[in-house]
Nanobody, 118 residues
């Protein structure tokens, strides 16, 4: 089990950048997968990007070429670098830790708001 705390959200102009941080309460070295999700107003939460313990990454088509997920195991932190932000990127961004051996098998942070103005 793990506690996750997101930070780094805020208001940014279209075309700008933000870096979100997800600080974990324990080592993330052995966690199967860390991910970022987001939820826009009136929409369902969606996967933005994930990174596995082996370092494999992937991201949603809508953010390819603009967002990148990374981890710093020494700092127990996962990052989401967001560049070329668009108004449609607006939403609450959540950090998620997934491990099939856990019960429950995933944990969520409280979320951080990202607002992109036109």
């Amino acid at each position: 089990q793990v506690q996750l705390v997101e930070s780094g959200g805020g208001l940014v102009q279209a075309g700008g950048s933000l870096r979100l941080s997800c600080a974990a309460s324990r080592s993330i070295f052995s966690i199967n997968q860390m991910a970022w999700y987001r939820q826009a107003p009136g929409k369902q939460r969606e996967l933005v990007a994930f990174i596995t313990k082996s370092g494999y990454t992937n991201r949603a088509d809508s953010v390819k070429g603009r967002f990148a997920i990374s981890r710093d195991n020494a700092k127990n932190t996962v990052y989401l670098q967001m560049n070329s932000l668009k108004p449609e990127d607006t939403g609450v961004y959540y950090c998620n830790a997934f491990e099939p051996a856990w019960t429950p098998n995933d944990y969520w942070g409280q979320g951080t708001q990202v607002t992109v103005s036109s």
